[in-house]
């Protein structure tokens, strides 16, 4: 016969063992998405429960030197753009799959546990006791800290310009008293006296920066408001 004859127990136990072998790949990719769920969820607990105290042991051949910060360089930005430096525990926001996927990437080429996240944000973004752009950070000892990843959109240009007078209470001072003079410049003197000289123009500048200076006092105790120097790394809202 030209044709071989069709054993159909031999394509009985073909067919079978392409199924074992199916099976077995399916149970291998079943096991390493566990695997690569479990791993998600331990670094997720990773980070809400951050503890400040923990150091990792990173083999320093595998970072990227431009991701490694000190806390003063930290601290600076952080009072110039008023932002706050605090354990990621007190971060409300989501942690985007990016920045988990890094810190898998690390704990692959390292060989450790993450631990100890920290987040710089704004206020708004953070459980605050009492209560735009967040930027994850593990220590890695001495005071130095590595970058992990950013997400969210770009701070405002003029950002560091506004929360320049929150710096400290003489830059405030200053604020206050151009906010003052311009506004005596364009109030007519005539409103309170009969006459225009050089005395009475800085009798108004005098009553304005008052009004205005009350104002904001009234407004820094009233919103228990602090200068940046003071709330960089406090957990708490005022």
């Known amino acids: 016969m030209l044709f071989k004859r069709t054993n159909i127990e031999e394509k009985l136990v073909h067919l079978n063992n392409d199924e074992k072998v199916s099976q077995e790949i399916l149970r291998e990719v079943e096991k390493i998405l566990n695997a690569d769920s479990d791993s998600r969820k331990r670094i997720e607990k990773n980070i809400s429960d951050s503890d400040d105290a923990v150091i990792n042991d990173f083999d320093f051949d595998f970072l990227n030197t431009?991701?490694?910060?000190?806390?003063?360089?930290?601290?600076?930005?952080?009072?110039?753009?008023?932002?706050?430096?605090?354990?990621?525990?007190?971060?409300k926001g989501d942690i985007p799959p990016e920045a988990i996927s890094k810190i898998k990437r690390l704990e692959q080429e390292h060989n450790i546990e993450v631990k100890g996240f920290k987040i710089m944000a704004p206020s708004k973004l953070f459980r605050l006791e009492d209560k735009d752009d967040p930027i994850l950070f593990t220590p890695i000892g001495n005071n130095y800290y590595y970058?992990?990843?950013?997400?969210?959109?770009?701070?405002?240009?003029?950002?560091?310009?506004?929360?320049?007078?929150?710096?400290?209470?003489?830059?405030?001072?200053?604020?206050?008293?151009?906010?003052?003079?311009?506004?005596?410049?364009l109030t007519p003197v005539g409103l309170f006296s009969k006459g225009s000289s050089n005395a009475e123009f800085w009798l108004l500048f005098f009553f304005m920066f008052k009004c205005i200076a009350a104002m904001v006092i009234y407004y820094g105790f009233a919103m228990g408001k602090n200068f940046n120097p003071a709330i960089w790394n406090s957990k708490y809202y005022n």
Do not use: E
Request: hydrophobic share 50%; proline share 3%.
């Open 147 to 185: 970058l992990i990843h950013k997400w969210g959109n770009d701070l405002h240009p003029l950002r560091k310009m506004m929360m320049w007078p929150f710096k400290n209470i003489v830059n405030l001072t200053l604020l206050t008293i151009v906010i003052s003079y311009f506004v005596a410049l």
């Open 66 to 91: 431009n991701n490694i910060y000190h806390l003063s360089q930290i601290k600076k930005v952080c009072i110039d753009y008023r932002l706050r430096f605090l354990d990621s525990k007190y971060f």
